[in-house]
């Protein structure tokens, strides 16, 4: 232990060992996503409900996991909103830049006209939590106390309030819609006996919990001065890119196999379902973070990141509609351009 906390206390091991843990957590985010469909097979809720739920909520786990951390661990509570509230956003905007990925990498195989739909409701439905989110954090600092019992703050409530209506209206055009047919091997796990499948199901929320806790210490260890051997960098900025990037992997790698094998609304809805549950994160990190308001202590630097997300979200409406191949590969280069915009504003 002594020799890993030598290692960890230089600027080299630092990057080592973050990036040690964030493969951890990639490998055990696209095992668990496959376990997740599967589990739809075992329980007969339907692909619909699973995949928009468990499997978002899976893929979600490294982020829900490093923020609730940094509130936890971090005495410091301006840190720990910070490394939370960084994360969450940029995670969000991580994410809709996977979809200009997947136009540039396969622009044969991401062809929107072959969706089922244009995922316009799911658009809207996370351009409404974006809303929510955006007015708890405007009157984050004049949000007249905090709930009883729960201690965040009023504000923040409106976020899982609105996404049980938004799964409610999700859910029933799930079930309306076919299914995508299981993969060989989902099928096989799906057979499995249940003692040997839910052991290994939760072995790998366990690595993905362990993992996001090592990526939360991590990323704090980042925030320190390099005589200290950190990096001297701001939380906002640590959570917003590092640890943002890296928790997101899991959807990157399963929206690329995704396209890969043909299913291209997988990759969308998982994306655009891991957006909206993302959002629900700021609401548990603010129950965490006891005796006071979450956001009142995040710095406005992460507005930058809201409105990155507001316009990432609208060209990725326009690149889900969009009928011409020139015409997609456009939205998609404007998406990069914007995100590169962005990135070199925060650094």
Same mark, same amino acid.
């Given at each position: 232990?002594?020799?890993?906390?030598?290692?960890?206390?230089?600027?080299?091991?630092?990057?080592?060992?973050?990036?040690?843990?964030?493969?951890?957590?990639?490998?055990?985010?696209?095992?668990?996503?496959?376990?997740?469909?599967?589990?739809?097979?075992?329980?007969?809720?339907?692909?619909?409900?699973?995949?928009?739920?468990?499997?978002?909520?899976?893929?979600?786990?490294?982020?829900?996991?490093?923020?609730?951390?940094?509130?936890?661990?971090?005495?410091?509570?301006?840190?720990?909103?910070?490394?939370?509230?960084?994360?969450?956003?940029? /995670?969000?905007?991580?994410? +809709?830049?996977? *979809? @200009? #990925?997947? !136009? %540039?990498? &396969?622009?044969?195989?991401?062809?929107?006209?072959?969706?089922?739909?244009?995922?316009?409701? /799911?658009?809207?439905?996370? +351009?409404?939590? *974006? @809303? #929510?989110? !955006? %007015?708890? &954090?405007?009157?984050?600092?004049?949000?007249?106390?905090?709930?009883?019992?729960?201690?965040? /703050?009023?504000?923040?409530? +409106?976020?899982?309030? @609105?996404?049980?209506?938004?799964?409610?209206?999700?859910?029933?055009?799930?079930?309306?819609?076919?299914?995508?047919?299981?993969?060989?091997?989902?099928?096989? +796990?799906?057979?499995?006996?249940?003692?040997?499948?839910?052991?290994?199901?939760?072995?790998?929320?366990?690595?993905?919990?362990?993992?996001?806790?090592?990526?939360?210490?991590?990323?704090?260890?980042?925030?320190?001065?390099?005589?200290?051997?950190?990096?001297?960098?701001?939380?906002?900025?640590?959570?917003?890119?590092?640890?943002?990037?890296?928790?997101?992997?899991?959807?990157?790698?399963?929206?690329?196999?995704?396209?890969?094998?043909?299913?291209?609304?997988?990759?969308?809805?998982?994306?655009?379902?891991?957006?909206?549950?993302?959002?629900?994160?700021?609401?548990?990190?603010?129950?965490?973070?006891?005796?006071?308001?979450?956001?009142?202590?995040?710095?406005?630097?992460?507005?930058?990141?809201?409105?990155?997300?507001?316009?990432?979200?609208?060209?990725?409406?326009?690149?889900?509609?969009?009928?011409?191949?020139?015409?997609?590969?456009?939205?998609?280069?404007?998406?990069?351009?914007?995100?590169?915009?962005?990135?070199?504003?925060?650094?």
């Amino acid at each position: 232990m002594q020799l890993i906390g030598q290692l960890v206390g230089t600027q080299p091991g630092l990057v080592l060992a973050f990036a040690a843990t964030a493969a951890v957590v990639v490998l055990a985010g696209i095992r668990l996503s496959i376990y997740g469909d599967a589990l739809g097979d075992r329980t007969g809720l339907g692909s619909g409900l699973v995949g928009l739920v468990f499997l978002a909520a899976v893929t979600s786990l490294p982020e829900l996991v490093v923020s609730l951390t940094s509130v936890l661990q971090n005495s410091d509570p301006v840190l720990g909103a910070n490394l939370a509230t960084g994360n969450m956003l940029g /995670s969000n905007v991580f994410n +809709l830049l996977i *979809l @200009a #990925l997947l !136009a %540039l990498v &396969f622009p044969r195989k991401f062809d929107p006209q072959k969706l089922d739909s244009p995922h316009t409701d /799911s658009t809207i439905h996370g +351009l409404i939590l *974006l @809303a #929510l989110f !955006a %007015l708890a &954090f405007a009157v984050a600092g004049n949000s007249g106390g905090l709930v009883p019992g729960l201690q965040c /703050s009023w504000a923040t409530l +409106l976020l899982p309030i @609105a996404y049980g209506f938004i799964l409610r209206r999700e859910h029933r055009q799930h079930t309306e819609a076919e299914t995508e047919e299981a993969l060989p091997e989902e099928q096989a +796990l799906a057979h499995q006996p249940a003692p040997r499948f839910y052991t290994v199901l939760g072995g790998l929320c366990g690595l993905i919990i362990l993992g996001g806790i090592g990526l939360s210490i991590l990323g704090s260890r980042m925030a320190l001065p390099p005589e200290q051997g950190g990096f001297g960098l701001e939380a906002s900025l640590i959570g917003t890119v590092f640890l943002a990037i890296s928790t997101s992997l899991p959807e990157l790698v399963i929206s690329f196999a995704s396209v890969r094998m043909g299913f291209l609304d997988m990759a969308v809805g998982n994306v655009l379902g891991s957006n909206m549950f993302n959002l629900l994160i700021i609401f548990a990190a603010d129950i965490a973070l006891r005796g006071g308001s979450l956001l009142a202590h995040a710095s406005s630097k992460h507005w930058t990141s809201v409105g990155l997300i507001l316009l990432l979200t609208l060209l990725a409406g326009l690149l889900l509609r969009t009928r011409k191949r020139a015409a997609t590969l456009a939205t998609a280069i404007a998406m990069v351009a914007a995100y590169a915009a962005a990135l070199a504003f925060l650094l």
